[in-house]
């Protein structure tokens, strides 16, 4: 008996031997396929999280023998990834969206005008908007006018926004609010008209006056508004979002809610290209909290393709005589980037045709000449001369989003015809030459969904696997490279991949857990997949 009670006793003082000895965490995440991304592309089954980072990546029992969890997370054999990085979103777009009428998936002007109708008999608000629409989805792929709109709501201004943001319809109110004639005068853009009257068609620049004519969001529609994309962001797994053009009494808001910790979503904000923005942030070293980045600036060189508003080296193919529009003067832009140059901010400049581009590219390469970790961005990179392509480096960063690809590809080759198609959405040719892509989905112009991302960069499809061969399917990425554009480069593009972008020891634990493995199920269940669970700095955030 008492040599019992002796073995009894030693182990009991071995077993707290061997607890005292190991380390304390937070959390412990086992039975897991773990996608690390880092530099090998390892894989693992458990990590362990303490204060908000990984502390160590690896073999389940092992890491229960050095550590101490206060939780441990079963992950019942599911995939995990690195939080996902959203490279080119419109985060407060997407909320404010959700206070507007939803135009998205209208198969017809007249569907328009249903959804208009039946959100001003539920809202009842003083100047209606909208976004969404896309006459290239309609049996008339022409652009609307506002007669209907006119007759309807006469005394009610209304501005429905193009699906790109690029163009907007407006009834005649909200061109008298806006002070619009058929005499207004503007650079960059178009106001349509037809036969000496307005047709209430707007595109690019002249769409600030009716901006400047609606009423002011309020603090709490403000609030509301991030918040609201911060729930839909989570939902689908993304942890960062680059919101690509804002200014700063925006971010001072997402600043203040991220110290009240209402927002936990990390954003990487590039401030809009306005004298106001530019003189409040360029004199002074960039923002940087554990949530908040602020080190860019967001310039627009040209509008979009879908509106025929982007800048092409020679006419539209189904436009004689046009050409698109730069929506500043080169000189300008010039200015600009040399402004950037001598700062210490990054330059994102939206371009989507390819003498775009060229003016891009080329005045990137002759500032950054001398200067080789800048790393600007050229967002969207959509048409690209071939000549042009030898530009794109890892200082010169293609940021595209591949379901623009997915969205165009039915009418992409009527504006550009058969062989300046070739060098559109190449999205493998921009991989090859610059080492690196980064990937985001550019909501509220596309879905949220990165799971729709995933799918376009890898098959070249749509939802209904067409075209059955996929889209130009020799510049689809692989599911590595998409994963990668879609958090380690995403995260070199903005300057953070020593802290995100990999489940790695002592980066922030963000992570999800997904109900399918992305990198091995059938390529047409990618877009279904769904987020279990969501997770920033180790905290459940989904």
């Known amino acids: ?35 690390t991304v880092d530099e090998n592309f390892n894989t693992a089954e458990a990590f362990v999280i303490k204060d908000g980072k990984f502390v160590e990546v690896g073999n389940a029992d092992e890491l229960q023998e050095k550590y101490n969890s206060a939780e441990k997370l079963d992950a019942g054999g599911k995939s995990v990834f690195p939080g996902f990085i959203d490279g080119h979103a419109h985060f407060y777009g997407l909320g404010l969206q959700q206070q507007r009428v939803d135009l998205s998936g209208t198969k017809s002007f007249e569907e328009v005008v249903q959804r208009i109708v039946d959100f001003q008999n539920k809202r009842d608000v003083p100047f209606i908007t909208g ?33 790109d943001g690029h163009a907007l319809l407006a009834n005649q109110a909200a061109l008298d609010k806006a002070g619009i004639t058929t005499e207004t005068s503007f650079n960059g ?7 000496g009257k307005l047709t209430g068609i707007i595109v690019d620049n002249p769409m600030q006056l009716i901006a400047e004519a609606q009423p002011e969001p309020s603090t709490k529609e403000r609030v509301n508004a991030l918040l609201d994309a911060q729930r839909l962001s989570f939902k689908y797994g993304l942890t960062t979002v680059v919101d690509a053009g ?43 909290t554990e949530r908040l980045h602020v080190r860019s600036v967001k310039f627009y060189g040209d509008g979009a393709l879908g509106s025929r508003g982007a800048a092409l080296k020679e006419e539209y193919s189904d436009r004689a005589g046009h050409f ?17 140059a001598n700062s210490r901010f990054q330059l994102n400049t939206h371009a989507i045709g390819d003498s775009a581009n060229y003016m891009v590219l080329e005045t990137y390469d002759k500032l950054l000449a001398n200067d080789e970790d800048r790393r600007w961005r050229v ?123 990999s489940i790695e020891a002592g980066k922030f634990a ?9 990198m091995k199920v059938e390529q047409s269940e990618i877009p279904g997949i769904k987020v279990l669970e969501t997770y920033v700095n180790g905290e459940q955030v989904y």
């Open 1 to 35: 008996m008492k040599n019992i009670l002796i073995a009894c006793f030693l182990g009991f003082a071995l077993i707290s031997c061997n607890s005292e000895n190991k380390a304390e965490v937070d959390l412990m995440v086992f039975n897991a396929e773990v996608y």
């Open 131 to 163: 976004r969404g629409w896309d006459q290239n989805d309609w049996e008339r792929k022409e652009f609307p006018n506002k007669d209907t709109l006119d007759e309807l709501f006469p005394d009610t201004p209304i501005a429905l926004t193009r699906i």
């Open 189 to 195: 853009g178009d106001i349509e008209q037809k036969n």
């Open 246 to 288: 804002i200014d700063k009494e925006i971010i001072q808001l997402m600043d203040s809610l991220h110290k009240d910790e209402s927002l936990k979503i990390r954003l990487y904000a590039m401030i809009s290209n306005t004298k106001e923005n530019l003189d409040h942030y360029l004199d002074k070293d960039p923002i940087k």
């Open 324 to 340: 698109g529009a730069l929506l500043s003067p080169v000189e300008d832009f010039k200015a600009t980037a040399e402004r950037v």
């Open 379 to 501: 967002e969207h990179a959509q048409v690209i001369d071939e000549e042009d392509l030898k530009y794109f480096s890892k200082n010169i960063i293609p940021s595209v989003q591949p379901t623009h690809a997915t969205s165009d590809m039915y009418w992409a080759e009527d504006r550009l015809g058969d062989k300046r198609i070739q060098g559109a959405y190449a999205y493998k040719k921009l991989l090859d030459q610059a080492g690196i892509i980064a990937l985001g989905t550019d909501f509220p112009v596309e879905e949220v969904s990165p799971f729709l991302t995933f799918y376009a960069a890898v098959a070249r499809q749509d939802t209904n696997n067409f075209p059955q061969e996929g889209f130009m399917k020799e510049q689809a990425l692989s599911r590595e490279e998409t994963l990668k554009g879609m958090t380690i480069w995403a995260a070199y593009a903005n300057f953070e991949e020593e802290e995100k972008g």
């Open 510 to 518: 963000d992570f999800i857990i997904l109900d399918k493995d992305i």
